[in-house]
């Protein structure tokens, strides 16, 4: 499904923790972003990253963290700053001006 | 900023009738044009593309238009099947950038 993996698929979590939700891509794509959907709602962009070691935020970057260490790799944190963490994240890559890949998602739950 | 409209927001449309939603972009630079279905729960997947050297592009039921001087395109899905119920979103891009601005969705439900 278009070489890009998110993992967990689910994950709970406890007020005040910290989080990190893992994204792979094997696409050999430059950039990379995240977004998180709220139930009934649209894709809110987080941070995004054109190339290794470098990141924008994006419209919702407040309480996440993110790196890139490797092109195949963007983790991101879901720190305790976070005010309502509890949402579907979506992570994506591709290239400049063409199609997004989007990895299958995780539905992070924090109570 | 830039921004990306869509609307409507939710479309109710009967099997077999045509649905249309559209966009409005703001950035005058913006040159590529997809449009994303995601099913309950799935992730967005492409469904067709347009860039903006060209007006019209078709595959089977769905078809794309672009209207660069008033900065609109538009999604057109015929005979609309039970299956085609989904969210829709929109989203600009510009060759050489690597930002991407999302419609904020359309929610089709078609009625059998």
């Known amino acids: 499904d278009g070489g890009i993996t998110q993992s967990p698929k689910y994950l709970f979590r406890k007020e005040g923790q910290n989080v990190t939700l893992s994204c792979e891509q094997n696409l050999n794509h430059d950039a990379m972003y995240w977004y998180r959907q709220d139930p009934g709602q649209g894709l809110r962009l987080i941070y995004y990253s054109q190339i290794v070691n470098d990141f924008q935020k994006g419209d919702i970057a407040e309480g996440y963290s993110v790196s890139r260490e490797k092109k195949e790799s963007f983790p991101l944190t879901v720190t305790s700053a976070q005010k309502n963490p509890t949402a579907f994240y979506l992570c994506?890559?591709?290239?400049?001006?063409?199609?997004?890949?989007f990895g299958p998602g995780t539905r992070l739950t924090v109570t | 900023g830039e921004n990306v409209e869509q609307h409507p927001s939710t479309l109710s449309v009967q099997e077999g009738d045509s649905a249309v939603i559209k966009c409005t972009y703001s950035?005058?630079?913006?040159?590529?044009f997809p449009w994303y279905k995601q099913e309950l729960g799935k992730r967005p997947q492409l469904i067709i593309d347009?860039?903006?050297?060209?007006g019209e592009k078709k595959d089977q039921r769905i078809a794309v238009t672009l209207n660069k001087t008033a900065k609109h395109f538009s999604l057109h899905i015929t005979e609309t099947q039970p299956e085609d119920s989904a969210v829709y979103f929109c989203?600009?891009?510009?060759?050489?950038?690597?930002?991407?601005?999302f419609g904020t969705g359309t929610r089709l439900k078609v009625l059998a």
């Open positions: 994506a890559s591709g290239t400049s001006g063409s199609e997004q890949y």
């Open positions: 950035d005058s630079a913006s040159n590529y």
């Open positions: 989203a600009a891009s510009t060759s050489g950038t690597y930002k991407y601005i």
């Open positions: 347009i860039r903006s050297n060209v």
